[in-house]
């Protein structure tokens, strides 16, 4: 070839062969993994000993039949009862599922399905026995800062929108699963318009609701930590009431925003909330410094859910003008 066909050649231009994608690359399969490492935490905490106390019948599922209607409450109740006559073997059983769920979503391929499907069941049953559907029909539901709605709920609820099929194409959120294509945005809202009303509720709104939620979990906490609530608590002593209207608002905000083109702001301010009621509202997870947690609260979850609706940014591509097309030249073998 002559050395004028190789000037041509070098002149046009390579394709990259790799696809640049500013920001986060958020897929299904990478949503499955965090959520099954967050089942596994959970399986592992279902192990620690208070779980095959009867305490852990009578402080932590026992009460959350408290104030509910009967068709909730009773069936709580028998279930404690149930669950209390071999506390050791429905606790292992218990801990094992989780691990399984959490194993099988780590795991991948065809184990995706079937842990999945479990998951639904399970986070169905603890929603229900273990946390009384979040006491949201009760006369003191639980506020968004102690986790409202619930773990269990946000363990369903991502679960189905990340069920498995085609990745999530350039452009497009993981957004759909078995709730379709609005689906995480439509439970998103739901979580934070809940949260309003929540706050706006008298319990939420007494004067010292904040202060005395904080210091509740500051009494909980290794020394570190609980100093620290406790400051926070004091600055919110005596202005609940102020506090709770501007975080319904947020809220509001907050639902709303993601139908709009501020969905990553509303997103984001999602997340730092919820972050911030992890820390201050949560003692970074609930009561993991007694040895009573259960799972990791709402936060890492509220930020799972966020990723399943965050806009991922499209691929940068590669154009050519015009003038940059060299057409190609007939170029004789063995020319001079």
């Known amino acids: 070839m002559s050395a004028n066909a190789n000037a041509v050649q070098a002149q046009r231009p390579r394709a990259s062969a790799r696809t640049h994608v500013g920001g986060l690359h958020i897929t299904?399969?990478?949503?499955?993994?965090?959520?099954?490492?967050?089942?596994?935490?959970?399986?592992?905490?279902?192990?620690?000993?208070?779980m095959y106390s009867h305490a852990f019948i009578a402080e932590v599922i026992e009460p959350t039949a408290e104030g509910q209607p009967g068709f909730i409450h009773n069936p709580i109740l028998k279930f404690a009862h149930f669950y209390a006559h071999d506390i050791t073997l429905w606790n292992t059983l218990s801990a094992e599922i989780q691990l399984a769920i959490g194993l099988g979503l780590i795991f991948g391929g065809r184990w995706v399905r079937p842990a999945l499907f479990a998951s639904f069941f399970w986070a169905a049953v603890v929603w229900w026995f273990g946390e009384g559907f979040g006491t949201l029909f009760s006369g003191a539901p639980v506020s968004p800062l102690m986790g409202a709605p619930g773990a269990a709920f946000l363990y369903l609820m991502i679960g189905l929108l990340v069920w498995p099929?085609?990745?999530?194409?350039?452009?497009?959120?993981?957004?759909?699963?078995?709730?379709?294509?609005?689906?995480?945005?439509?439970?998103?809202?739901?979580?934070?318009?809940?949260?309003?009303?929540?706050?706006?509720?008298h319990v939420d709104r007494t004067k010292n609701a904040i202060k005395s939620q904080i210091t509740e979990m500051a009494e909980a906490s290794p020394h570190w930590l609980a100093t620290n609530l406790h400051s926070v608590a004091t600055d919110f002593g005596g202005d609940g009431t102020s506090t709770a209207t501007v975080l319904a608002i947020l809220s509001v905000l907050i639902a709303i925003g993601v139908w709009t083109r501020a969905r990553p702001v509303a997103l984001s301010v999602g997340v730092v909330l919820a972050l911030l009621y992890w820390i201050y509202g949560q003692a970074l997870g609930g009561p993991f410094w007694e040895g009573s947690a259960t799972d990791v609260n709402t936060a890492p979850l509220l930020i799972l859910l966020a990723a399943t609706v965050w806009i991922v940014p499209k691929p940068a591509t590669s154009t050519v003008s015009a003038r940059e097309r060299v057409p190609p030249r007939e170029v004789s073998v063995g020319a001079t």
Do not use: C, M, T
């Not at 299904?28 to 208070?50: H, M, N, T």
């Open 28 to 50: 299904r399969r990478g949503i499955q993994v965090a959520l099954g490492w967050i089942w596994l935490l959970d399986g592992l905490l279902q192990f620690q000993s208070f």
């Open 165 to 201: 099929k085609d990745d999530n194409a350039p452009g497009k959120p993981v957004d759909g699963g078995l709730l379709g294509r609005f689906g995480g945005r439509i439970v998103w809202s739901l979580v934070w318009a809940e949260a309003a009303v929540l706050w706006l509720l």
